[in-house]
């Protein structure tokens, strides 16, 4: 390899894709997570972090459940904000040019990564909170896993496409 083909700071274009591809994936987990956080949380107030451990019916338990929402999306705001930083860092170096699909499909998969994770332990192994507690909650929990699964296998997809393409 000559330095040519390095890019800034001696990095190769392929270190260049991995590193703004996994930029990517992490600003869509921490998009997933805020999306969840804002609309599920906030919005529809259909659960919060532990509603199912502690339900917000005493004012005490609601504040161990806005607690449990505010350090959730503190690790939200780092994922995205560590996403965002790689996502810079790896196009700031000399690489073939990218892909708009690309880039969705990296924020398709890291959202639906969000879901996925986040369905299977919090909603199904661990219990702290399901998806719409009440009637029909297990279906709510696998549409949750379900809605996760697509955007993770076609974000998966998108990005396997344009490295086939040499993108």
Do not use: C, K
């Not at 019916?57 to 939200?76: I, K, Q, S, Y």
């Not at 719409?132 to 396997?160: E, S």
């Amino acid at each position: 390899m000559t330095t040519g083909d390095m890019g800034r700071g001696g990095t190769s274009p392929d270190a260049d894709r991995r590193r703004w591809m996994r930029g990517g994936v992490l600003l869509g987990l921490g998009l997933g997570g805020f999306f969840d956080g804002i609309v599920i949380h906030q919005l529809l107030q259909w659960h919060h972090m532990v509603s199912a451990i502690h339900p917000p019916d005493t004012l005490e338990n609601l504040r161990l459940n806005t607690v449990g929402d505010g350090l959730f999306h503190a690790a939200t705001w780092v994922f995205t904000a560590v996403g965002a930083f790689l996502l810079w860092s790896g196009l700031r170096g000399h690489h073939p040019a990218w892909h708009t699909s690309a880039f969705v499909g990296t924020l398709l998969f890291g959202f639906g990564l969000f879901n996925v994770v986040e369905g299977l332990i919090d909603h199904q192994l661990l219990g702290i909170h399901h998806v719409r507690p009440g009637p029909y909650q297990l279906a709510y929990d696998i549409g949750f896993l379900i809605w996760g699964a697509v955007m993770l296998l076609g974000g998966w997809g998108l990005m396997r496409n344009v490295r086939r393409a040499g993108g």
